[in-house]
């Protein structure tokens, strides 16, 4: 965790993409389910993204309502940005709210027009504070025996996220 979803600038040596997710189910009479888990690639095979729409997504009944977030060490590729279009476009029940501890080739042309689709579609992302990693180390890190449960956030984490969070902004 510390190691991947660490918001550095150059994430160097980080050659997976790790996943949490949490479903929010919305019945027809109101009442809301959640389900959570992760995720995890390593670029060779299928994304995190897309392992979550090839083995979560086809439960997903379509006379339900479904608001989903990703805690994401890394925001989505331009391919995984265009499967999510896809999906959204096609799913209408499902509301998706990416949080990032990093962007992605951010530099890069074609990741910047992805994005922007992204919001356009009415995907909402956002980059992670310092609280949702505590969120995320609290709810999806499993602790070695006797470890302590408290999330000891990194040095910069905070000025990296007000870096990622300006970036972020100039590109959407």
């Not at 090839?54 to 590729?77: E, G, H, K, M, Q």
């Not at 909402?124 to 504070?129: E, Q, Y």
């Amino acid at each position: 965790f510390k190691f991947q979803f660490r918001n550095v600038e150059y994430s160097s040596g980080r050659n997976k993409t790790f996943l949490c997710y949490v479903v929010e189910t919305q019945a027809k009479g109101g009442q809301v389910q959640a389900t959570r888990g992760y995720l995890e690639d390593e670029h060779a095979t299928n994304h995190a993204e897309e392992a979550f729409f090839n083995t979560i997504l086809p439960s997903f009944d379509p006379a339900l309502r479904y608001n989903v977030t990703w805690y994401v060490s890394s925001s989505p590729c331009a391919a995984c940005a265009d499967r999510i279009l896809r999906t959204l476009g096609k799913t209408k029940n499902l509301r998706l709210l990416i949080l990032v501890g990093r962007l992605f080739m951010w530099e890069e042309p074609e990741v910047q027009a992805a994005l922007r689709k992204l919001k356009e579609a009415g995907c909402r992302l956002r980059i992670m504070k310092p609280q949702d990693f505590e969120y995320v180390w609290q709810n999806f890190v499993e602790q070695e025996e006797g470890e302590s449960k408290a999330f000891e956030p990194w040095g910069d984490i905070q000025e990296n996220f007000l870096y990622y969070e300006e970036k972020l902004a100039d590109i959407l």
